[in-house]
């Protein structure tokens, strides 16, 4: 079962700074399976940092925050002959050089084969534009 702990930080750093009622939401939101990957943002740019992204396998999941719940509003699956066996990584900003601060921030995320008997490893990256 994934149990979710989310830190405040302050001055002091992040020692006895857990917020329960936020674990506790995210927690509900993102289930009971393990995720691989996770950012948070301002992603639909409404001025809030309180967006989550998380990848489960080839899943990327938006969640938006709203006041006591996060609420899932957008999803992809990445195509398993375009990707490694499951998603690494993942970061949030805005990758077009035209981009402002009103327009959904882009989600990038990364994969990678096993390498083989060669040592060699191929690399996929992936960019999601939510709407």
């Known amino acids: 079962q994934l149990k979710v702990g989310v830190y405040l930080g ?15 939401q995210l927690s509900t939101a993102l289930g009971s399976s ?3 990957a996770l ?3 301002d992603l639909d740019g409404d001025g809030f940092d309180g967006d989550v992204v998380f990848a489960r396998g080839l899943k990327v999941t938006l969640l938006q925050s709203q006041l006591d719940r996060f609420e899932s509003v957008w999803s992809a699956d990445l195509d398993p002959a ?10 949030v900003g805005r990758l ?3 981009s402002t601060a009103d327009k959904p ?12 008997a060669m040592n060699q490893s191929t690399l996929y ?3 999601f534009r939510p709407q």
Not at 10 to 24: H, V
Not at 105 to 112: C, G, Q
């Open 82 to 91: 375009q990707a490694g066996p499951k998603i690494n990584t993942l970061a």
């Open 96 to 98: 077009d050089a035209s």
């Open 125 to 127: 990256v992936h960019v």
């Open 39 to 41: 950012a948070a943002a």
């Open 105 to 116: 921030m882009d989600i990038l995320a990364s994969s990678n084969t096993p390498y083989d």
């Open 34 to 36: 393990a995720i691989d």
């Open 10 to 24: 302050s001055e002091s750093g992040f020692a006895n700074a857990l917020d329960p009622p936020l674990s506790q």
